[in-house]
């Protein structure tokens, strides 16, 4: 790898204006015509559900174990939908079926959305079911909110987006102040077996995030928090606690096989993740905290003001690998086997941690990314392993080489608390001292 002088601050600014300039995504799938059904409406305004009833008009009363489903199907676009408190039935969307926790509609519109809040404590509960909430486009729908609810994740997911051809996507599905709860106690192996938090393909114009309060995701027992395939839009995740999940916080890449290059503008913000890859089914050392698996092409990734913390809950540590240190690492972002590189990737201000004695690789590693931009105001402590930043890393056994990085910015005064590697070797005193590192495009 080439090493080159650092660029001007000036230059810098020119690769952040250009970074910021890539397109973020296709425009939303236009609304369908609205259902006919005469015992349907296209309600704009307020229909209030409580666990086994809907109320329409402010009149009308209607008996179901489905209320949420059916009052979707009264919704129209800017409608509310007000949830009292208590417990829900788990909900399909978008199937072209007949099954009664199914609704069959279009959703909402670009700028009026129908929105789904709860009031109290409100959960949607599994019941049985592999997923709480199933989301699919056989019967077109888009641009549905859900406000301050807590969603009880099933056998394999709290939210499932379903896979869709590569001419689909799933657009404007929002989530503020909402929770994901897996239920698993992983300290004392027992509670709810989920995998999943959302499982999401496809998905253009999605949001979960903390908005008047923190959002959650938590005690997932096998895989991710946020798992999102082939992104076709813009993604948001924002103030969101993750803590105690059996691998990833989020993961995202955009797999040959499942469709065309990621797209769009990914950001990971203000989130606070602790305790990752605590699954016994990896042995406890399934995947890092915030991970970006390769084919996202044409994105860009802000990962800004975010913290990870391990092995600070002493209750936890047990949970390791025998012979080997407790958690994995922070951040990584790698080819994940796949022919296409990621895109542009930007770290502002976060603060990633390990306790004494923990942590078995990186904190930081990087590679297979057309462009890497690394402010000043980032902190990166390495655990056991010693190595705070890692670009290029090498790696052992049956896993292919890393890619090569396109330009790496990395910026004066970003806090290194342990070795900086480039390409499998210490960096040298000078290149440490000076923390301003330019790589030229491959």
Same mark, same amino acid.
């Given at each position: 790898m080439q090493i080159r002088p650092r660029p001007s601050l000036r230059a810098g600014a020119a690769l952040l204006a250009l970074v910021a300039g890539i397109p973020s995504g296709a425009a939303a799938l236009p609304p369908s015509p609205a259902p006919q059904d005469p015992e349907r409406g296209s309600i704009g305004g307020l229909i209030v559900c409580g666990p086994g009833w809907v109320e329409v008009d402010g009149a009308r009363r209607i008996e179901t174990p489905y209320p949420v489903a059916k009052a979707l199907e009264f919704a129209g676009p800017g409608a509310l939908i007000e949830l009292q408190p208590g417990d829900y039935a788990p909900l399909m969307i978008g199937f072209n079926n007949q099954d009664p926790s199914n609704a069959r509609t279009v959703g909402g519109q670009p700028g009026l959305p129908i929105t789904v809040r709860g009031r109290g404590i409100v959960r949607f509960k599994a019941q049985g079911r592999g997923d709480t909430i199933g989301i699919s486009q056989q019967f077109p729908v888009a641009h549905i #909110?859900?406000?301050? *609810?807590?969603?009880?994740?099933?056998?394999? =997911?709290?939210?499932?987006? !379903?896979?869709?051809?590569?001419?689909?996507?799933?657009?404007?599905?929002?989530? !503020?102040? @909402?929770?994901?709860?897996?239920?698993?106690?992983? *300290?004392?192996? #027992?509670g709810n077996s989920s995998k999943w938090g959302i499982l999401g393909h496809d998905l253009a114009d999605f949001v979960f995030a903390g908005r008047e309060g923190r959002a959650f995701v938590r005690d997932v027992r096998l895989e991710?928090?946020? !798992?999102?395939?082939?992104?076709?839009?813009?993604?948001?995740?924002?103030?969101?606690?993750?803590?105690?999940?059996?691998? @990833?916080?989020?993961?995202? #890449?955009?797999?040959?096989? =499942?469709?065309?290059?990621?797209?769009?503008?990914?950001? *990971?913000?203000?989130?606070? *993740? =602790?305790?990752?890859?605590?699954?016994?089914?990896?042995?406890?050392?399934?995947? #890092?905290?915030?991970?970006?698996?390769g084919g996202l092409q044409h994105c860009t990734i802000l990962v800004q003001d975010n913290t990870y913390k391990a092995g600070f809950d002493q209750r936890l540590r047990k949970l390791t690998r025998g012979g080997a240190p407790y958690g994995t690492g922070a951040l990584v972002a790698w080819d994940g086997g796949e022919k296409l590189p990621n895109g542009s990737l930007v770290l502002r201000s976060n603060e990633f941690r390990f306790a004494e004695g923990c942590g078995d690789r990186a904190t930081v590693a990087i590679s297979a990314c057309e462009r890497v931009v690394i402010e000043a105001d980032n902190v990166f402590q390495a655990g056991a392993f010693g190595v705070a930043l890692d670009l290029e890393p090498e790696y052992t056994g049956d896993r292919p080489g890393p890619k090569p990085n396109g330009r790496v910015f990395l910026a004066d005064g970003v806090d290194l608390k342990g070795e900086l590697r480039i390409s499998g070797r210490a960096a040298t005193d000078a290149q440490r001292s000076a923390l301003a590192i330019s790589f030229g495009e491959r």
């Open positions: #909110t859900f406000e301050k *609810v807590v969603i009880e994740a099933g056998t394999r =997911s709290a939210v499932m987006f !379903y896979d869709l051809a590569d001419n689909e996507q799933h657009t404007g599905f929002h989530f !503020y102040d @909402c929770g994901i709860d897996g239920g698993w106690d992983h *300290v004392a192996g #027992t991710h928090g946020f !798992y999102l395939q082939s992104p076709r839009g813009d993604i948001t995740l924002e103030n969101i606690d993750g803590t105690r999940l059996g691998r @990833c916080f989020v993961q995202i #890449t955009a797999r040959e096989r =499942s469709g065309p290059p990621g797209r769009g503008l990914i950001v *990971v913000r203000g989130n606070k *993740v =602790s305790d990752t890859g605590l699954s016994e089914w990896d042995d406890f050392k399934g995947g #890092t905290a915030f991970t970006f698996a």
